[in-house]
């Protein structure tokens, strides 16, 4: 038989029955992904520990790579001289180096891959390390392989030959390319030497090498020896998710263990290492219920692992904890004399390696040599680390101990114990070892922000993470409110570092939503840890049903969750999904602060679930149910959580919730008794009434909100006198004030006209569509002329003692040119605040266009937006207004002018005047008029001249 024909029936008999074993326990992953590294990126620093260089989660963002398939780095068209033809594919522990090995060569060998190759050797250096004799090259790979007797130079000196050396970190001896030259197949040496003269290029110069290995040990090749630089990535997202249900088998438990992973994005990161990955699913699939639905309740790197452990056998435990402490830095292959010392008998290893080979395996090699592994790196260094525990928590003052093995570990000029103190962090928590406030956190926290730039801070916050998932995160919220250091002796610099470094680990992102065309329950339950890692989740109108508010309450309740705001408006909830959704409202973990239901079909029956929320919960301020069929009887039994002292609710919304004068009785008597917090009220298109009103005006002091929404509530001017004594009081903090679309009169503007000019800090008064005449106008201009109340104290103090309003909506009511003449003596007020004014549909006339151009050229006028639109101005009161927005001292930056009547001769004016005034105005609004398109020609090459602000002409042609 000929060499390759006999090389091919060895291997296929060799690693098929690998194959077969490893997939029935789900441990060999087929699915690897392989990239080049290129000379303008760097190796990971080899001196950290790898797990850096697959645990990104202290990254903003981080690089993708484009992979490559191992088949063309394995190319046998690759030329190369006799020194450059290695090819070295480098990776952490477990990520599958020696599994893609072992592929290549069953694909090689059952033909079904890699037919350029005529022959190919794998290795293994552990192996190697067994030959203690001296041999030749022949020999060597004779030994390897008995079967191939034929085997001799001319077979060798064949092209596309190929030594694959796996596991170069596992090779005890160091390659030393000072060594003496071996050209000669047949000659005679030690092993080392022969590997070496292999990548030199002396033996065998036509050959190919590719050799595997952890990072650490890639330092031994020159690079002048290298061809190609590889590394193999491990599970993509796709992957990893796939091997879970394989794994788990269920496909509800698969999505929650994947959903409990995603959690934390260490996690996630280090899932991409497939014993890892195996490991988790293992864990997870005994530690979630189905019954237990959407409830999350993560585990951290350290109760995994803890998890794995504690389902085997004790007593051997207790020994492969001392072993794997003795040998942390030694390399995780482990013969019959590393096990003695530990005394653990080679049966008994083989017996626990086929009870749990996720924590130990067995491996038969050369001259049946037995040797053992754990089944990861992160499994001895989590055993390590509980034995190192075991002898600090012996000690007088454990803490002090810690706290040194922390120096040690940051001082030390390899960090190859990273994971290992990880693990120390995480089981002193779980055996409750020190103190919640002990000494050791409180330093490390320090060491952090004294680190903060180097890479020993992202070491010790994976350390203090795994104490609390939370740490810091207090300390960062008390900066961010107050702007001062909550730990003496660290200023601003530190604390912006730190707020990027938390914002990181923890994934936090601002909002979440869900593309258009993909919402719906299902889409928005794959993708759980993405709401719980964001501040605001926008879910409305995403076609969500009752299905989605366990798995939303779940994460409400969680507390890893960084949920702050959460809309689930126009989506269709019912009762029963309100129901499940307080469940997690009502957690004492939930932090929710926002709760929008507008428009979601809850009645009244609801309300009783939400009134509960309100009193367990005291972080909720905002609630929003508009447009629900809640009613009297809803109202009422909101009422009973509103009036709660547990209730902190700052902002209440009950925008067209079918609310009369009865419900406004409950909610009055609610606040009566709750009357401290509520800032916010929006009871807008509920007829309420007068009687309602007034009895809410009665029991609560509405002065102590910063804004109130009564918009179409069928008030008169008999509910005016309680709005107007409300803001006569010199401590209201009502900013904001909203009666449009009330029967209100003059009669009723005049009662709050009164409570404005005697004292009040309204800044927002929208009376649009109330009823106000000429005469109104009278009553609100001794208001808009007077002198502010914050320069009487250094003013001669006189009988004007006006708001501080800044935007006023009078639209939709009959003013007339009379009428606003009297109001726009305000443009000429030196102390008014007025910034925006809505005239619009006030049957305004081209009379009262002089008076406005008389204002627009006074320097105290601050006005920037009039709305003038629905008015009869048409050209000739454009051609007064332009008088004076061409003047220089015309500060207006937004004109709206809509369906005035004009014609294009308007435009005329506007282009002209916008020339003599070009810095100023930036918004025009002409649609419903008249306009030809040169006119709009016109005004359009204004907008693209950098000479002009004006960016935006809302017109249409007609």
């Known amino acids: 038989m000929d060499p390759q024909t006999c090389l091919k029936t060895t291997l296929k008999d060799k690693y098929q029955k690998l194959k077969e074993a490893y997939s029935e326990n789900s441990l060999l992953p087929s699915r690897l992904c392989y990239r080049m590294i290129k000379e303008d990126y760097p190796l990971n620093n080899l001196h950290e520990h790898e797990f850096r260089s697959v645990d990104k989660s202290d990254l903003h963002s981080w690089c993708y790579f484009e992979t490559i398939p191992l088949a063309d780095i394995l190319s046998c068209d690759c030329q190369h001289d006799r020194n450059k033809r290695t090819v070295i594919s480098l990776g952490v522990s477990g990520v599958g180096k020696t599994t893609t090995v072992q592929s290549c060569a069953l694909e090689w060998a059952e033909g079904k891959g890699y037919h350029d190759i005529h022959l190919l050797f794998p290795l293994t250096f552990w192996e190697l390390n067994v030959i203690k004799h001296k041999l030749s090259l022949i020999e060597l790979l004779q030994t390897f392989y008995p079967e191939l007797k034929e085997l001799d130079v001319s077979s060798l000196n064949e092209k596309n030959v190929w030594f694959v050396l796996d596991g170069l970190d596992e090779y005890h001896l160091p390659l030393k390319f000072s060594c003496p030259i071996v050209s000669d197949v047949s000659e005679v040496t030690t092993v080392d030497i022969l590997v070496t003269n292999l990548i030199r290029g002396n033996l065998l110069p036509s050959a190919h090498i590719w050799i595997t290995t952890r990072y650490a040990a890639a330092t031994q090749i020159p690079d002048c020896f290298l061809l190609k630089e590889t590394e193999v990535q491990g599970f993509s997202d796709e992957q990893k998710e796939q091997h879970f249900r394989t794994v788990i088998g269920n ?47 993560p585990l951290n790197l350290t109760q995994i692992h803890e998890n794995l452990v504690k389902a085997s056998n004790p007593d051997i435990i207790a020994k492969l904890k001392k072993l794997a402490l003795f040998r942390m830095g030694k390399g995780n292959v482990m013969f019959e004399h590393d096990l003695q010392k530990s005394e653990i008998s080679i049966e008994e290893a083989s017996t626990f390696s086929k009870e749990c080979p996720l924590v130990l395996k067995e491996e038969k090699g050369l001259h049946n040599t037995t040797v053992f592994r754990f089944g990861h790196l992160s499994i001895q260094e989590f055993l390590a680390a509980s034995a190192k525990l075991d002898d600090i928590e012996r000690s007088p003052d454990p803490s002090v101990c810690c706290q040194y093995l922390v120096h ?20 002193i928590k779980e055996r409750s070892v020190l103190e919640p406030y002990n000494q050791l956190i409180v330093s490390t926290k320090k060491k952090i922000l004294e680190n903060i730039l180097s890479y020993n801070a992202v070491v010790l916050f994976h350390c203090l993470r795994e104490y609390d998932s939370q740490a810091l995160l207090s300390e960062v919220k008390f900066f961010l409110k107050f702007k001062i ?11 912006l570092f730190m707020i990027q470094r938390t914002t990181n680990f923890g994934g936090m992102r601002d909002s979440f939503e869900m593309e258009l065309s993909t919402r719906c329950d299902e889409r928005l339950l794959r993708q759980l840890p993405a709401v719980l890692k964001s501040r605001k989740a926008m879910l409305r109108f995403s076609n969500l049903t009752d299905k989605c508010c366990p798995a939303l309450a779940a994460v409400l309740s969680t507390k890893e969750s960084y949920l702050r705001e959460l809309d689930l408006g126009y989506n269709s909830i019912s009762d029963d999904g309100v129901r499940q959704l307080m469940e997690g409202l009502s957690d004492q973990n939930c932090r929710l602060k926002t709760l929008r239901l507008q428009g979601c079909g809850v009645t009244a029956y609801a309300c009783k679930y939400l009134a509960s929320a309100l009193r367990q919960s005291r972080k909720l301020q905002e609630l929003d149910l508009s447009k629900n069929e809640i009613g009297n009887e809803g109202l009422q039994r909101l009422a009973d959580g509103l009036s709660s002292p547990e209730c902190k609710l700052r902002t209440l919304q009950l925008s067209q919730c079918r609310i009369e004068k009865k419900g406004c009785y409950y909610l009055a008597s609610a606040l009566q008794n709750n009357p401290d917090h509520l800032k916010v009220l929006d009871l807008s298109i509920n007829m309420v009434g007068d009687k309602g009103a007034n009895e809410l005006f009665h029991k609560f002091d509405i002065w102590k909100l910063t804004k109130l929404e009564m918009c179409h509530c069928g008030l008169t001017a008999l509910s005016c006198g309680g709005i107007g004594e409300a803001l006569k009081f010199e401590s209201s903090t009502l900013v904001e004030l909203n009666l449009s679309n009330n029967s209100l009169k003059d009669s009723g503007f005049a ?66 040119d009379h009428g606003v003449r009297e109001i726009l003596g305000v443009m000429k007020n030196p102390y008014s605040h007025l910034t925006t004014l809505n005239l619009s549909h006030c049957g305004l006339t081209d009379a009262c266009c002089v008076d406005f151009a008389s204002g627009f050229t006074s320097k105290e006028c ?15 009161g454009v051609e007064k207004l332009c008088m004076g927005l061409r003047s220089p001292q015309c500060g207006l930056e937004k004109l709206l002018l809509r369906s005035c009547g004009l014609s294009s001769r308007s435009i005329q004016f506007l282009t002209t005047a916008l020339k003599s005034n070009p810095k100023h105005l930036k918004e025009l609004h002409l649609m419903g008029n008249i306009l030809e398109d040169s006119g709009i020609r016109a005004l359009m090459k204004l907008t693209k001249s950098k000479k002009y602000t004006l960016h935006t002409i809302d017109v249409s042609a007609d």
Not at 485 to 495: A, C, K, L, N, T
């Open 408 to 427: 040690q570990v940051l001082q030390g000029a390899e960090n190859h114990y990273d994971v290992f103190l990880r693990f120390i962090f995480g089981l």
């Open 862 to 876: 601050i006005i920037s937006e009039v709305d003038l639109s629905g008015n009869d101005l048409q050209d000739k």
């Open 751 to 816: 009662l709050i006209c009164e409570g404005m000019y005697a004292w009040c800090s309204l800044e927002k008064l929208n009376v649009s569509s109330c009823g106000i005449t000429c005469l109104g106008c009278i009553y609100l201009a001794k208001v808009l002329c007077s002198v502010s109340q914050l320069y009487s104290g250094w003013t001669q103090r006189t009988d004007w003692q006006a708001v501080e309003l800044k935007e006023l909506d009078l639209s939709m009511n009959f003013l007339g």
């Open 485 to 495: 250091s909550p730990i003496s002796d660290f200023g601003p610099p530190h604390w």
């Open 251 to 297: 496909e509800n438990l698969s999505n929650k263990a994947i959903d409990h992973v995603k959690i934390s994005r260490s996690l996630d990161f280090l899932c991409q290492i497939p014993p890892i990955c195996t490991i988790m699913a293992n864990v997870l699939k005994d530690h979630l219920k189905e019954e237990d639905g959407f409830k999350i309740n």
